[in-house]
Protein backbone atom coordinates (compact mmCIF):
# COMPACT_ATOMS: atom_id res chain seq x y z
CA UNK A 1 0.00 0.00 0.00
CA UNK A 2 1.44 3.34 -1.29
CA UNK A 3 0.13 6.65 0.64
CA UNK A 4 0.77 10.08 -0.76
CA UNK A 5 0.68 13.39 0.98
CA UNK A 6 -0.11 16.53 -0.28
CA UNK A 7 0.56 19.77 0.61
CA UNK A 8 1.82 23.41 -0.44
CA UNK A 9 -1.15 24.49 -1.64
CA UNK A 10 -3.24 27.80 -1.51
CA UNK A 11 -4.43 31.26 -2.21
CA UNK A 12 -1.74 33.20 -4.52
CA UNK A 13 -2.70 36.13 -6.88
CA UNK A 14 -2.15 35.99 -10.58
CA UNK A 15 1.61 36.09 -11.50
CA UNK A 16 3.00 34.57 -7.99
CA UNK A 17 4.53 31.25 -7.07
CA UNK A 18 3.67 27.74 -5.08
CA UNK A 19 6.03 24.62 -4.89
CA UNK A 20 3.38 21.69 -4.15
CA UNK A 21 4.75 18.97 -2.65
CA UNK A 22 3.50 14.73 -2.54
CA UNK A 23 5.11 12.68 0.30
CA UNK A 24 5.21 9.33 -0.39
CA UNK A 25 5.42 5.93 1.42
CA UNK A 26 6.81 2.66 1.06
CA UNK A 27 10.60 1.72 0.37
CA UNK A 28 10.63 1.72 -3.24
CA UNK A 29 9.75 5.55 -4.18
CA UNK A 30 12.71 5.39 -6.43
CA UNK A 31 10.94 2.69 -8.82
CA UNK A 32 7.40 4.81 -8.92
CA UNK A 33 6.96 6.94 -11.88
CA UNK A 34 4.51 9.74 -10.96
CA UNK A 35 2.51 12.40 -11.70
CA UNK A 36 0.71 15.46 -11.41
CA UNK A 37 -3.16 16.31 -12.14
CA UNK A 38 -5.65 18.89 -11.34
CA UNK A 39 -9.25 19.36 -11.45
CA UNK A 40 -11.50 22.39 -11.84
CA UNK A 41 -14.76 22.79 -10.28
CA UNK A 42 -17.04 21.28 -13.35
CA UNK A 43 -14.66 20.46 -15.08
CA UNK A 44 -12.57 16.88 -15.67
CA UNK A 45 -9.27 15.95 -14.06
CA UNK A 46 -6.43 16.51 -16.50
CA UNK A 47 -2.73 15.58 -16.17
CA UNK A 48 -0.26 18.35 -15.43
CA UNK A 49 2.75 17.19 -15.02
CA UNK A 50 4.75 13.70 -15.02
CA UNK A 51 8.10 12.49 -14.41
CA UNK A 52 9.98 9.28 -14.60
CA UNK A 53 11.16 7.12 -11.91
CA UNK A 54 14.79 7.95 -12.58
CA UNK A 55 13.74 11.79 -12.83
CA UNK A 56 15.39 11.77 -16.28
CA UNK A 57 11.98 12.18 -18.39
CA UNK A 58 9.61 14.52 -17.64
CA UNK A 59 6.31 15.73 -19.37
CA UNK A 60 3.92 18.70 -19.22
CA UNK A 61 1.19 19.80 -20.63
CA UNK A 62 1.06 22.69 -23.21
CA UNK A 63 -0.50 25.03 -20.91
CA UNK A 64 1.77 24.88 -17.93
CA UNK A 65 4.87 24.66 -19.86
CA UNK A 66 7.67 27.08 -19.53
CA UNK A 67 5.64 27.87 -15.86
CA UNK A 68 5.59 24.92 -13.99
CA UNK A 69 8.45 22.49 -13.26
CA UNK A 70 8.42 18.38 -11.65
CA UNK A 71 10.86 17.44 -10.07
CA UNK A 72 11.58 14.62 -7.31
CA UNK A 73 14.49 13.65 -4.51
CA UNK A 74 13.96 9.81 -4.57
CA UNK A 75 16.13 10.20 -1.59
CA UNK A 76 13.09 11.86 0.30
CA UNK A 77 10.35 10.23 -0.75
CA UNK A 78 8.84 13.41 -2.65
CA UNK A 79 7.97 14.90 -5.77
CA UNK A 80 7.24 18.79 -6.46
CA UNK A 81 5.50 20.78 -8.57
CA UNK A 82 6.87 24.12 -9.00
CA UNK A 83 4.78 26.33 -10.00
CA UNK A 84 5.38 29.81 -11.29
CA UNK A 85 3.36 32.68 -13.08
CA UNK A 86 0.42 31.26 -12.28
CA UNK A 87 -3.39 32.45 -13.96
CA UNK A 88 -6.36 32.01 -12.50
CA UNK A 89 -6.84 29.47 -14.71
CA UNK A 90 -5.12 27.35 -12.90
CA UNK A 91 -6.74 27.03 -9.99
CA UNK A 92 -7.76 23.64 -9.43
CA UNK A 93 -7.57 21.16 -6.76
CA UNK A 94 -4.11 19.72 -7.50
CA UNK A 95 -3.49 15.57 -6.92
CA UNK A 96 0.00 13.17 -7.30
CA UNK A 97 -0.24 9.65 -8.72
CA UNK A 98 2.00 6.79 -8.41
CA UNK A 99 2.61 3.96 -10.82
CA UNK A 100 4.48 1.58 -8.81
CA UNK A 101 5.56 -0.52 -11.49
CA UNK A 102 7.73 2.12 -12.83
CA UNK A 103 7.93 2.21 -16.82
CA UNK A 104 10.39 4.66 -16.75
CA UNK A 105 8.83 7.19 -18.88
CA UNK A 106 6.45 9.69 -17.68
CA UNK A 107 2.73 9.02 -18.52
CA UNK A 108 -0.68 10.89 -18.77
CA UNK A 109 -3.00 8.55 -18.68
CA UNK A 110 -4.90 8.26 -15.07
CA UNK A 111 -5.56 4.46 -15.76
CA UNK A 112 -1.84 4.22 -15.25
CA UNK A 113 -1.57 5.58 -12.19
CA UNK A 114 -2.50 3.31 -8.79
CA UNK A 115 -2.27 5.68 -5.98
CA UNK A 116 -3.02 9.40 -5.70
CA UNK A 117 -3.39 11.66 -2.96
CA UNK A 118 -6.01 13.10 -1.35
CA UNK A 119 -4.93 16.95 -3.49
CA UNK A 120 -4.76 20.04 -2.14
CA UNK A 121 -6.13 23.52 -3.28
CA UNK A 122 -4.61 25.68 -5.60
CA UNK A 123 -6.36 29.23 -5.75
CA UNK A 124 -5.61 32.02 -7.99
CA UNK A 125 -7.34 35.43 -7.45
CA UNK A 126 -6.90 37.67 -10.27
Known amino acids: QVQLVESGGGLVQAGGSLRLSCAAS????????MGWFRQAPGKERESVAA????????YYTDSVKGRFTISRDNAKNTVYLQMSSLKPEDTAVYYCAARTVGWGYPTTKMYDYGYWGQGTQVTVSS
Open 26 to 33: GRTFSTYD
Open 51 to 58: ISYSGGYT
